[in-house]
């Protein structure tokens, strides 16, 4: 094909790319661009009709200067004209436009829609890809109404040409992973999959694509996929590399295709048909064997496509993790690449080797290349993959080398890239914890890390040591033996201090006897370190010296002088102002048994979760930390230290179906304290993963709180206790009763009342939210003389705690629901109750009254930050708007009341009208936080009310609308 | 697949896809933060990096970045093979595809983009297939362009 003569001739945009790429400086360049903008203006202005060439390129012109970066604020209405040119270029070009820079202008999408629906139907294959391609690049709701309904006809049409059915697919996929509600499920379905078998490997290729993500929300619909999936790799992998002329890549055949069908293979458990599976186990060997096989091509190319699918296959077959001798060749094979030349495959080998760590059945061959991790951790040169060696040695980590793992990371710390060292730093004090088979060791290797990195050991590590040394009696007086040593260092850092000051008050009674660590010299090392210290830092050693008193009556005096001391009773700082004035009446009023008993030592902390393995997955992602997540590996958990050993009283019992590390019970970390100004909600708006804010334990009230937090029982998506129970399923709840959804309004601003009431049965409802976590009673009144019986309350898709079968006249049940709000939603959880009464069976299936808006964490913010982040959230789709009668009394006491029930905060003097009410809040979940600003405009005279959500997600937008603007 | 970005060694932004819809205020800020991530990096490191929750995976070509952005499950080495075939399209295409040719056929390199690769994933892997798109659309172009300077060609005549 010959080059450059097929440019269309849009001499105009040559000539005005080159005068950019010419211009010598910033300023020229936009002073060249607004001129043209100017020129191009005023030709869409002119009083000439362009003709479409010339609208062509100056769209075109338009469009390139997008790219460079400035904004384009006009020109779409010209690209909507061409798309209805029959002209293939200028169509082609207005799509493009259209495609890069879409406005959701309402006018324009109407008819930018127009013009699609008219390509679809011209039955011309090219304008229908055009259009199709456009659908799929802009992907918005709009466009998913308009066409979602369509797309799926011209796929599986019989006379759809290939190329057609290609974009369809894959146009298909965009809109359903945009709104999966606007594609409907049908008959279409079971013609899909049967493009597995299609004789064009393009139209397979696509499919496969859509089928993999159809499958995952919609596993058992797409099951026949399988055995489809699997004949069709089997035939790749056994052709000749020439085979598929076209198709093969390098020598290898349709390496593309290959690898999307592993990876829809990874939707499923392994075949259940025999011969499926055999088929498929014979693929995957065939792959493992041809990684033996001497390269076709020296070319790199040829080597990227082989070990592409030859990963793919290694991912399966840790999915299926049921093939002992499939995962050591897996192993081995990875074992290969850790010393391969290519980075690239060093530090696949090294990612893909972490999960099979975790499976029992490699976990051993996985050890044995320890050495191999630990040189990689030293030597590698770049440090993505040295962050890879580090992962690895934390997944094989167990028992058996943890000793030597734990010292090399220790070691590599020392130089570790400083963006990496707080992962490390969790990561070692995750493993010390687990593996210690003395507690020395631990109180060892904590102290090291902040010897060694001390300003990358977060809270949740030192609060984690001091957690277990209270309960470990046998490491006390070694702890205190050992932060007493480490302390005589001349510097040492201000972790060093804070774990120091805390151990010492409480166990410095232990090493006490010795003369070189006697009351007066612990106490004047401490204090020695006291005025480098934060405020923080300072105010627990306050109440370490307390401590000291009761400790070691003969410091009492010093210790008094101290706290006497104007520098500290009258210290600028309110906190330590306090203690100290606190601290010095305590000692000089209480009586010794009332101080003892006061200061007595600290109970033991209820064994949970540990909080840094939270932290790391926080860090992470959710699946990080997974790798010690042995629910696998260690089946009979001896291998581990189950955290900190069970104390008799402990306050709760981790569930049998947490994860062995609880994992799933991430203690919510403590209340943040009143929301400063506008800093929450900088988190949420921002894309990074959202940061904890970190509290500062100043104060002693904190410090413990956040040590100990109420430990959720074990929630699930949404559940009681879960009990063994032989609830009934869940596809036995009938439709809820047609008044649920006026009863479940009521409870969107509070949170009791009465849920349901007739002549048999009352429910009464009370419920609290914190975060996204909530507990809910429900109360279950039998009215009338007679008993219930098979009394069965259930929610749907939820194990509940049974209640007694039997309800007797007049009693009343219980029930308990613990609620963790996974992500945002839109359909309440079902609540289905059945009984026999006096011989006839009821049921009753209400919706429970748990709307996303519970989950709202309120967050106040000044006008400035409002309004920015009002500005921030303008995206169309953000906004949900709704202008409606008042139902209610308008009474501006009782509004401020509903909206402060629906969850927000209330800011006052945002809005310059003071009629109106401006509100924000957090919607928290476990997945994602959703900012969430509103305005209620209340116009009096009409009766009417406007209301405004913005939220950083758009169903969520619409969502909170629906259910705020009911309650007026 | 999340998106691709091609930027030269400058740092300058040759062609931006994206997948997944973001605001043009993110999508500059992802931009500018990746190309001095991927622009940092030496030579001889590795063409994979984590950043944010996405893999990154780039290449570069003569004076050219190609970096794409894929979810955590995705296929780094296919992906590189991705940009391989992609690199190799635009090779066929433009005969020896140089920088210029995208600069100046900003357009085409989007066309071939879209045949190949459609809502973030493969559409069409054969070269073959999706070069006989782009051909058959510059057919119907020259045709269409014919048939305008033709009618043009005889407008004039008349008015002789």
Same mark, same amino acid.
């Given at each position: 094909?010959?080059?450059?003569?097929?440019?269309?001739?849009?001499?105009?945009?040559?000539?005005?790319?080159?005068?950019?790429?010419?211009?010598?400086?910033?300023?020229?360049?936009?002073?060249?661009?607004?001129?043209e903008l100017a020129n191009i203006r005023s030709k869409?202005?002119?009083?000439?009709?362009?003709?479409?060439?010339?609208?062509?390129?100056?769209?075109?012109?338009?469009?390139?200067?997008?790219?460079?970066?400035?904004?384009?604020?006009?020109?779409?209405?010209?690209?909507?004209?061409?798309?209805?040119?029959?002209?293939?270029?200028?169509?082609?070009?207005?799509?493009?436009?259209?495609?890069?820079?879409?406005?959701?202008?309402?006018?324009?999408?109407?008819?930018?829609?127009?013009?699609?629906?008219?390509?679809?139907?011209?039955?011309?294959?090219?304008f229908m890809c055009l259009a199709l391609h456009c659908?799929?690049?802009?992907?918005?709701?709009?466009?998913?109404?308009?066409?979602?309904?369509?797309?799926?006809?011209?796929?599986?049409?019989?006379?759809?040409?290939?190329?057609?059915?290609?974009?369809?697919?894959?146009?298909?996929?965009?809109?359903?992973?945009?709104?999966?509600?606007?594609?409907?499920?049908?008959?279409?379905?079971?013609?899909?999959?049967?493009?597995?078998?299609?004789?064009?490997?393009?139209?397979?290729?696509?499919?496969?694509?859509?089928?993999?993500?159809?499958?995952?929300?919609?596993?058992?619909?797409?099951?026949?996929?399988?055995?489809?999936?699997?004949?069709?790799?089997?035939?790749?992998?056994?052709?000749?590399?020439?085979?598929?002329?076209?198709?093969?890549?390098?020598?290898?055949?349709?390496?593309?295709?290959?690898?999307?069908?592993?990876?829809?293979?990874?939707?499923?458990?392994?075949?259940?048909?025999?011969?499926?599976?055999?088929?498929?186990?014979?693929?995957?060997?065939?792959?493992?064997?041809?990684?033996?096989?001497?390269?076709?091509?020296?070319?790199?190319?040829?080597?990227?496509?082989?070990?592409?699918?030859?990963?793919?296959?290694?991912?399966?077959?840790?999915?299926?993790?049921?093939?002992?001798?499939?995962?050591?060749?897996?192993?081995?094979?990875?074992?290969?690449?850790?010393?391969?030349?290519?980075?690239?495959?060093?530090?696949?080998?090294?990612?893909?080797?972490?999960?099979?760590?975790?499976?029992?059945?490699?976990?051993?061959?996985?050890?044995?290349?320890?050495?191999?991790?630990?040189?990689?951790?030293?030597?590698?040169?770049?440090?993505?993959?040295?962050?890879?060696?580090?992962?690895?040695?934390?997944?094989?980590?167990?028992?058996?080398?943890?000793?030597?793992?734990?010292?090399?990371?220790?070691?590599?710390?020392?130089?570790?890239?400083?963006?990496?060292?707080?992962?490390?730093?969790?990561?070692?004090?995750?493993?010390?914890?687990?593996?210690?088979?003395?507690?020395?060791?631990?109180?060892?290797?904590?102290?090291?890390?902040?010897?060694?990195?001390?300003?990358?050991?977060?809270?949740?590590?030192?609060?984690?040591?001091?957690?277990?040394?209270?309960?470990?009696?046998?490491?006390?007086?070694?702890?205190?033996?050992?932060?007493?040593?480490?302390?005589?260092?001349?510097?040492?850092?201000?972790?060093?201090?804070?774990?120091?000051?805390?151990?010492?008050?409480?166990?410095?009674?232990?090493?006490?006897?010795?003369?070189?660590?006697?009351?007066?010299?612990?106490?004047?090392?401490?204090?020695?370190?006291?005025?480098?210290?934060?405020?923080?830092?300072?105010?627990?050693?306050?109440?370490?010296?307390?401590?000291?008193?009761?400790?070691?009556?003969?410091?009492?005096?010093?210790?008094?002088?101290?706290?006497?001391?104007?520098?500290?009773?009258?210290?600028?700082?309110?906190?330590?102002?306090?203690?100290?004035?606190?601290?010095?009446?305590?000692?000089?009023?209480?009586?010794?048994?009332?101080?003892?008993?006061?200061?007595?030592?600290?109970?033991?902390?209820?064994?949970?979760?540990?909080?840094?393995?939270?932290?790391?997955?926080?860090?992470?992602?959710?699946?990080?930390?997974?790798?010690?997540?042995?629910?696998?590996?260690?089946?009979?958990?001896? #291998?581990?230290?189950?955290?900190?050993? &069970?104390? =008799?009283?402990?306050?709760?019992? +981790?569930? %049998?179906? !947490? /994860?062995? $590390?609880?994992?799933?019970?991430?203690?919510?970390?403590?209340?943040?304290?009143?929301?400063?100004?506008?800093?929450?909600?900088?988190?949420?708006?921002?894309?990074?993963?959202?940061?904890?804010?970190?509290?500062?334990?100043?104060?002693?009230?904190?410090?413990?709180?956040?040590?100990?937090?109420?430990?959720?029982?074990?929630?699930?998506?949404?559940?009681? #206790?879960?009990?063994?129970?032989?609830? &009934?399923? =869940?596809?036995?709840?009938?439709? +809820?009763? %047609?008044? !649920? /959804?006026? $009863?479940?309004?009521?409870?969107?601003?509070?949170?009791?009342?009465?849920?349901?009431?007739?002549?048999?049965?009352?429910?009464?409802?009370?419920?609290?939210?914190?975060?996204?976590?909530?507990?809910?009673?429900?109360?279950?009144?039998?009215?009338?003389?007679?008993?219930?019986?098979?009394?069965?309350?259930?929610?749907?898709?939820?194990?509940?705690?049974?209640?007694?079968?039997?309800?007797?006249?007049?009693?009343?049940?219980?029930?308990?629901?613990?609620?963790?709000?996974?992500?945002?939603?839109?359909?309440?959880?079902?609540?289905?109750?059945?009984?026999?009464?006096?011989?006839?069976?009821?049921?009753?299936?209400?919706?429970?009254?748990?709307?996303?808006?519970?989950?709202?964490?309120?967050?106040?913010?000044?006008?400035?930050?409002?309004?920015?982040?009002?500005?921030?959230?303008?995206?169309?789709?953000?906004?949900?708007?709704?202008?409606?009668?008042?139902?209610?009394?308008?009474?501006?006491?009782?509004?401020?009341?509903?909206?402060?029930?629906?969850?927000?905060?209330?800011?006052?003097?945002?809005?310059?009208?003071?009629?109106?009410?401006?509100?924000?809040?957090?919607?928290?979940?476990?997945?994602?936080?959703?900012?969430?600003?509103?305005?209620?405009?209340?116009?009096?005279?009409?009766?009417?009310?406007?209301?405004?959500?913005?939220?950083?997600?758009?169903?969520?937008?619409?969502?909170?609308?629906?259910?705020?603007?009911?309650?007026? | 697949?999340?998106?691709?970005?091609?930027?030269?060694?400058?740092?300058?932004?040759?062609?931006?896809?994206?997948?997944?819809?973001?605001?043009?205020?993110?999508k500059k800020k992802i931009t500018r933060e990746l190309?001095?991530?991927?622009?940092?990096?030496?030579?001889?490191?590795?063409?994979?990096?984590?950043?944010?929750?996405?893999?990154?995976?780039?290449?570069?070509?003569?004076?050219?970045?190609?970096?794409?952005?894929?979810?955590?499950?995705?296929?780094?080495?296919?992906?590189?093979?991705?940009?391989?075939?992609?690199?190799?399209?635009?090779?066929?295409?433009?005969?020896?595809?140089?920088?210029?040719?995208?600069?100046?056929?900003?357009?085409?390199?989007?066309?071939?983009?879209?045949?190949?690769?459609?809502?973030?994933?493969?559409?069409?892997?054969?070269?073959?297939?999706?070069?006989?798109?782009?051909?058959?659309?510059?057919?119907?172009?020259?045709?269409?362009?014919?048939?305008?300077?033709?009618?043009?060609?005889?407008?004039?005549?008349?008015?002789?």
């Amino acid at each position: 094909m010959p080059a450059v003569s097929k440019g269309d001739g849009m001499r105009g945009l040559a000539v005005f790319i080159s005068d950019i790429r010419n211009c010598k400086s910033k300023e020229a360049e936009i002073k060249r661009i607004n001129k043209e903008l100017a020129n191009i203006r005023s030709k869409f202005k002119g009083d000439k009709a362009l003709d479409g060439y010339s609208k062509k390129k100056y769209v075109c012109k338009l469009l390139f200067i997008f790219l460079l970066g400035h904004d384009i604020d006009f020109g779409h209405m010209e690209a909507v004209n061409l798309l209805s040119s029959n002209k293939y270029t200028e169509k082609q070009i207005g799509y493009l436009f259209i495609s890069v820079l879409v406005n959701s202008n309402s006018e324009l999408i109407r008819l930018i829609n127009n013009a699609i629906k008219n390509d679809l139907a011209s039955r011309n294959p090219t304008f229908m890809c055009l259009a199709l391609h456009c659908i799929a690049n802009v992907g918005s709701r709009e466009m998913g109404e308009a066409f979602a309904a369509d797309i799926p006809r011209i796929l599986v049409a019989g006379d759809s040409m290939d190329s057609v059915k290609q974009s369809a697919a894959l146009c298909l996929l965009r809109l359903y992973k945009a709104s999966p509600d606007l594609v409907p499920m049908g008959e279409w379905t079971a013609r899909v999959v049967h493009l597995l078998n299609d004789q064009h490997m393009g139209v397979v290729t696509a499919a496969v694509s859509l089928i993999t993500c159809l499958c995952k929300k919609n596993p058992d619909d797409f099951k026949t996929c399988i055995s489809l999936a699997v004949s069709r790799l089997s035939r790749i992998v056994s052709s000749a590399s020439t085979d598929l002329q076209d198709y093969t890549y390098y020598f290898v055949p349709a390496p593309w295709l290959s690898v999307k069908l592993l990876r829809l293979l990874q939707c499923y458990p392994p075949p259940e048909d025999a011969a499926v599976k055999g088929r498929l186990v014979e693929c995957l060997e065939t792959v493992l064997n041809k990684a033996q096989e001497p390269p076709k091509s020296k070319k790199v190319q040829h080597s990227n496509a082989k070990n592409a699918i030859l990963f793919e296959t290694i991912s399966l077959i840790i999915h299926y993790d049921s093939e002992p001798n499939l995962l050591v060749r897996a192993c081995n094979q990875l074992g290969q690449f850790l010393q391969h030349r290519e980075t690239n495959l060093r530090y696949l080998a090294l990612e893909s080797m972490c999960t099979l760590a975790s499976s029992e059945f490699s976990h051993e061959a996985v050890k044995t290349h320890i050495d191999t991790v630990i040189n990689a951790l030293k030597t590698e040169r770049d440090v993505s993959v040295r962050q890879r060696a580090a992962d690895l040695l934390y997944a094989m980590c167990d028992r058996s080398n943890a000793k030597q793992i734990v010292s090399e990371m220790l070691r590599y710390l020392e130089t570790a890239d400083y963006a990496i060292r707080e992962e490390i730093v969790l990561k070692v004090a995750i493993l010390a914890e687990k593996y210690a088979v003395d507690y020395s060791w631990y109180v060892d290797t904590i102290l090291n890390l902040i010897r060694i990195a001390g300003d990358y050991v977060s809270e949740e590590v030192w609060y984690r040591v001091l957690q277990i040394v209270t309960n470990r009696d046998d490491v006390q007086g070694y702890a205190a033996k050992t932060v007493f040593e480490a302390l005589q260092a001349p510097a040492c850092h201000e972790n060093m201090v804070k774990v120091g000051g805390y151990i010492l008050g409480e166990f410095g009674n232990l090493i006490a006897g010795d003369p070189r660590s006697s009351p007066p010299v612990q106490f004047s090392l401490l204090h020695s370190k006291f005025h480098l210290c934060s405020v923080a830092t300072r105010a627990l050693l306050l109440s370490t010296y307390i401590k000291f008193i009761n400790l070691f009556p003969e410091t009492k005096a010093t210790i008094q002088g101290v706290l006497r001391a104007g520098s500290q009773l009258r210290n600028a700082d309110v906190e330590l102002q306090q203690r100290a004035v606190e601290y010095l009446t305590l000692s000089s009023v209480a009586s010794t048994d009332v101080l003892a008993t006061v200061l007595e030592e600290m109970p033991p902390f209820p064994e949970r979760e540990s909080s840094i393995l939270a932290k790391l997955k926080r860090k992470k992602g959710p699946g990080a930390a997974g790798a010690l997540d042995d629910s696998r590996r260690d089946t009979s958990s001896n #291998d581990i230290n189950g955290g900190v050993e &069970p104390t =008799p009283s402990t306050v709760s019992t +981790p569930s %049998p179906s !947490a /994860d062995l $590390l609880g994992l799933r019970a991430a203690p919510p970390p403590a209340a943040p304290p009143v929301p400063v100004g506008g800093n929450l909600l900088v988190d949420v708006f921002s894309d990074g993963p959202a940061a904890q804010p970190s509290l500062g334990p100043t104060p002693e009230e904190a410090f413990l709180s956040e040590l100990e937090p109420p430990a959720p029982e074990s929630p699930m998506a949404l559940l009681a #206790d879960p009990a063994p129970a032989a609830d &009934p399923g =869940p596809e036995d709840i009938g439709p +809820p009763i %047609p008044e !649920a /959804d006026e $009863l479940l309004n009521k409870f969107v601003c509070k949170n009791s009342g009465v849920l349901f009431e007739n002549q048999l049965l009352q429910i009464g409802v009370k419920s609290e939210f914190r975060q996204n976590l909530g507990r809910m009673y429900l109360f279950y009144g039998n009215k009338t003389s007679v008993q219930f019986q098979s009394f069965s309350p259930t929610v749907l898709a939820v194990q509940t705690k049974r209640v007694a079968a039997q309800v007797d006249g007049g009693a009343q049940v219980q029930q308990v629901l613990n609620i963790e709000c996974l992500r945002d939603f839109l359909t309440p959880p079902l609540l289905s109750v059945r009984f026999r009464y006096g011989g006839t069976a009821q049921s009753l299936t209400l919706k429970l009254p748990v709307t996303i808006n519970k989950f709202f964490q309120p967050t106040e913010m000044a006008a400035q930050d409002f309004f920015q982040r009002w500005k921030q959230l303008s995206l169309p789709l953000q906004e949900a708007q709704k202008i409606f009668k008042a139902n209610h009394p308008m009474d501006a006491e009782v509004t401020k009341a509903k909206l402060l029930g629906f969850g927000s905060a209330l800011l006052d003097n945002v809005d310059p009208n003071p009629e109106n009410f401006v509100g924000a809040g957090i919607i928290q979940t476990k997945a994602l936080q959703v900012g969430c600003l509103l305005r209620l405009e209340p116009n009096v005279q009409a009766q009417m009310y406007r209301l405004t959500l913005r939220t950083s997600k758009e169903p969520v937008s619409r969502h909170l609308c629906e259910l705020l603007a009911q309650q007026f | 697949m999340q998106f691709m970005l091609l930027f030269s060694r400058q740092g300058k932004l040759r062609l931006q896809k994206w997948y997944v819809p973001l605001s043009d205020k993110e999508k500059k800020k992802i931009t500018r933060e990746l190309v001095q991530t991927v622009l940092a990096r030496k030579p001889k490191m590795c063409s994979f990096l984590e950043w944010r929750d996405l893999k990154i995976v780039y290449k570069r070509y003569a004076s050219l970045y190609f970096c794409c952005a894929i979810e955590d499950q995705d296929n780094e080495l296919i992906t590189l093979e991705i940009i391989h075939r992609y690199v190799e399209l635009l090779d066929k295409y433009f005969g020896s595809v140089c920088e210029l040719d995208i600069i100046f056929n900003f357009e085409k390199a989007y066309f071939i983009l879209d045949e190949f690769l459609l809502g973030g994933e493969v559409q069409e892997t054969s070269k073959k297939n999706v070069l006989k798109a782009i051909e058959q659309a510059d057919l119907l172009q020259e045709k269409t362009e014919n048939m305008y300077h033709s009618k043009s060609f005889i407008g004039y005549k008349k008015a002789y």
